[in-house]
């Protein structure tokens, strides 16, 4: 069998997929995993417009407090690798369905966020998007820099009570409630996003399935697309997943683990 090292020294077009398995190894739970956010929190209940129009409250104190994760996480070995293999390939993409931002922080450039930006603001009901930085203004306690200064029981305690009293963003447009930059269950794809991440998946000749369990649609039509075009594919991650007949090649083992070994193997 051929080596993947040949595989990836011979690829020009190179693609990464990545979900919460590559933000595991910073502290931020995974969804579908055993100590997964699914299994505390419905996804239903809370990642749909539905349920924030009919509890906002509740919807923002859920965010918020993943928020507060990811403000206190930091990125992982695996997160770096992929920065580093923006240079390593002559075209590069960094597909991701994570909305944590850590692939931003550990200096990525080459990506795509499929499903949002956790600390943006969108409003559903006249369609404005906040950056984080307005939405910062406009929200502060959910601004990265507060949430880095405060304890989990501030959270808890004065936070948690302030969104109770009525303290929640309200729209410069329209007055509505802003809700959090992210894609919800039911909600489509930013148009550009899934525009160019499936383009790029089907010129790929490698495409890595990175820390993801491939339940998610359409981001788990991505490998798909890629292999019907005659990419090869390599799976990171320590279970088994539907996406795994379909690989080339399988790294039983974490992110933080494969990533950089691959790398290694380039630089030889
Ligand atoms: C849409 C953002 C329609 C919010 C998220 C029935 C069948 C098929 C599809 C559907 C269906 N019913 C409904 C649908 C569609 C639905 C869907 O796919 N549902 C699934 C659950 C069945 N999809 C949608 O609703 C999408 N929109 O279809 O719109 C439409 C079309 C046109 C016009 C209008 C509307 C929107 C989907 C996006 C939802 N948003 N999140 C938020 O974060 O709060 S989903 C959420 O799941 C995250 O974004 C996450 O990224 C994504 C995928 O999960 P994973 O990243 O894979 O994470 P998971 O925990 O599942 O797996 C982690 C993996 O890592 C595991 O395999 C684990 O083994 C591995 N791992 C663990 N540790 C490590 C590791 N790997 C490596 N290293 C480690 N250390
Ligand atoms: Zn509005």
Known sequence: MVEIQE???????????SGAGLSAESGIPTFRGK??????????ELATFEAFQEDPKLVWKWYIWRMHLIANSKPN?????ITEMEKLFP?????????????????????????????????RFC????????????????????LK????????????RKIDEGELPFCRNCGEIVGPGVVWFG???????????????????VLLVVGTSGVVQPAASIP?????????????????????????FVFRESASSALPKLIGLLKR
């Open 7 to 17: 595989v990836l020294k011979e690829a020009e077009q190179v693609g990464v997929l």
């Open 77 to 81: 070995p695996a997160h770096y690798a």
């Open 187 to 205: 909600e489509s794809l930013p148009e550009e996003a899934i525009e160019k991440a499936f383009n790029f998946a089907e010129g790929c000749d």
């Open 127 to 146: 369609g404005k998007h906040y950056t984080a930085e307005e939405f910062s203004e406009l929200f502060p306690i959910a601004s990265k820099t507060f």
């Open 35 to 44: 100590d997964g956010l699914w299994n505390r929190f419905n996804p239903t």
């Open 91 to 123: 075209r590069f993409l960094h597909i991701t369905q994570n909305v944590d931002g850590l692939h931003r922080e550990a200096g990525g450039k080459k990506f795509v966020e499929l499903h949002g930006h956790i600390f943006d603001g969108k409003c």
């Open 149 to 160: 200064s405060i304890t989990e029981e501030t959270l808890k305690g004065e936070v948690f």
């Open 224 to 248: 798909l697309i890629a292999k019907r075009k005659n990419a090869v594919l390599v799976e990171i991650n320590p279970q088994e997943t539907p996406l795994s007949p379909y690989c080339d």
